[in-house]
């Protein structure tokens, strides 16, 4: 089944591929694959990255993952950017489905990678929220049917959880985070963090970048803009110093967010 659930052909077929390769070595332990992000909640453009959920009927083998590994290794190679740009989690879907469940390792793609590996990276009430309320199906049952209901508070807890705890993680230790990939994803992604927290939704980078030029202290409005230029190529932003100015700046808007909750 040739699948058209974003804008770009050329992704289109990255996804075909990925998800006809993935039901096609986990056969009946099969159960879903969904956009998440960006792409779900319809606030995207060519730098996006591309986040998927995968859903299966129990936690994967040794065997399982073997044999997934190649399929992502393989997937990696498709002559088309957006193949190196593919991040998500394989869930068990009874995992998945409660909230509570949150914070156990699975298997994670990271961005830019080739390999599979244990994270709790997908494994929020973020995620679920979006896949659940905006995921785009790629196979199998609709998202909505995924994930039992969240409760705003609950939302609202697991952001702000995050808003301190890697707020502080980044004050504590800036130098892992100096580099211009994270000096931008790190603005960004405090934007958006408090945008969804007063919401009370889940939105995009961009949303969250608009909502907080629009509601914070304009002196920081320059400093957001700047971030949009970090996004292209994160392969070699990943590796490029941050700007000074920029990076230390970054710092105080961290601290200037936590403030403001």
Wanted: glycine fraction near 6%; charged fraction near 25%.
């Amino acid at each position: 089944m040739e699948l058209h659930p974003t804008p770009y052909p050329d992704l289109n077929a990255v996804l075909d591929t990925l998800v006809q390769r993935v039901q096609d070595t986990l056969g009946s332990s099969f159960v879903a694959a969904c956009l998440q992000g960006s792409f779900a909640v319809g606030d995207f453009d060519e730098h996006s990255d591309v986040d998927f959920t995968m859903v299966v009927q129990d936690a994967l083998t040794e065997a399982q993952v073997r044999a997934l590994q190649e399929v992502h290794a393989a997937v990696y190679d498709l002559d088309c950017a957006w193949a190196k740009h593919l991040e998500g989690s394989y869930f068990p879907k009874d995992v998945l489905k409660d909230y509570q469940r949150q914070g156990e390792d699975l298997w994670y793609l990271d961005n830019g990678s080739r390999a599979l590996l244990r994270s709790t990276h997908c494994n929020t009430v973020v995620v679920r929220w979006t896949v659940r309320q905006y995921g785009i199906a790629l196979a199998g049952p609709a998202p909505l049917s995924l994930v039992d209901p969240i409760p705003v508070q609950v939302l609202r807890g697991d952001i702000l959880a995050t808003i301190n705890d890697w707020g502080a993680e980044i004050l504590a230790e800036p130098g892992r985070f100096n580099n211009r990939f994270y000096q931008g994803f790190i603005v960004l992604s405090f934007c958006r963090m408090l945008r969804d927290l007063i919401v009370g939704d889940t939105g995009s980078k961009r949303a969250g970048a608009e909502w907080a030029k629009a509601n914070l202290d304009p002196g920081w409005r320059d400093l957001i803009d700047r971030t949009w230029a970090t996004r292209p190529v994160p392969e070699v932003s990943v590796r490029t110093p941050a700007d000074p100015q920029d990076f230390a700046r970054t710092l105080e808007f961290v601290r200037y967010i936590q403030k403001q909750v």
